[in-house]
T-cell receptor, first 112, second 109 residues
Framework: DTGVSQNPRHKITKRGQNVTFRCDPISEHNRLYWYRQTLGQGPEFLTYFQNEAQLEKSRLLSDRFSAERPKGSFSTLEIQRTEQGDSAMYLC??????????FGPGTRLTVL | SQELEQSPQSLIVQEGKNLTINCTSS?????LYWYKQKYGEGLIFLMMLQKGGEEKSHEKITAKLDEKKQQSSLHITASQPSHAGIYLCGAGGGNKLTFGTGTQLKVEL
């Protein structure tokens, strides 16, 4: 039984570069979520998909952020023109029709 | 928007001692989730509470939901070093979760 996987686990990039993260959910889960977590804070919701449809986006998800789940399986989160304020842990979670959500190990982004 | 406040923010206990972590919501709780996180890692699901008065236990961890008080508590009995980590409560419906800022637990030998 494999859990949620995320790649890469760590990413260091220079300000202004684009980065893309991948999330593979638990296979039978139809919902997939992205969260962002900064040091000392709880995760903050970014967006979620039900199958391939993106159903909700947070105000935190600026125009530089885009997420896709093209075939209702894996998802990608892209950040364009990264800024130092984008440095955070990006967490992916999946669930079957809502609850509970199971999280992946996260991708830690450092923007220099 | 819903806000969750956790107390205490951090806790140091001696191995074998009991402890309680509280999570208070600014709005009615329709579902409350407890997760554990090791530093720099993802969240591990512990328990889900959905009904007022509900209480669940897993090994030495017990969680309760007091709907009227808009509060949940997590109690650990006879703490062990393996219990160390950050405990997060999360609330929400089927789409997104709002989390508290976490309680960092250290267990001293």
């Amino acid at each position: 039984d494999t859990g949620v996987s995320q790649n890469p686990r760590h990413k260091i990039t220079k300000r202004g570069q684009n980065v893309t993260f991948r999330c593979d959910p638990i296979s039978e889960h139809n919902r997939l979520y992205w969260y962002r977590q900064t040091l000392g804070q709880g995760p903050e919701f970014l967006t979620y998909f039900q199958n391939e449809a993106q159903l909700e986006k947070s105000r935190l998800l600026s125009d530089r952020f885009s997420a896709e789940r093209p075939k209702g399986s894996f998802s990608t989160l892209e950040i364009q023109r990264t800024e130092q304020g984008d440095s955070a842990m990006y967490l992916c979670a999946s669930s079957y029709s809502g609850t509970p959500q199971f999280f992946g190990p996260g991708t830690r982004l450092t923007v220099l | 928007s819903q806000e969750l406040e956790q107390s205490p923010q951090s806790l140091i206990v001696q191995e074998g001692k009991n402890l309680t972590i509280n999570c208070t919501s600014s709005k009615t709780l329709y579902g409350l989730y407890w997760y554990k996180q090791k530093y720099g890692e993802g969240l591990i699901f512990l328990m889900m509470l959905q009904k007022g008065g509900e209480e669940k236990s897993h090994e030495k961890i017990t969680a309760k939901l007091d709907e009227k008080k808009q509060q949940s508590s997590l109690h650990i009995t006879a703490s062990q070093p393996s219990h160390a980590g950050i405990y997060l409560c999360g609330a929400g419906g089927g789409n997104k979760l709002t989390f508290g800022t976490g309680t960092q637990l250290k267990v001293e030998l």
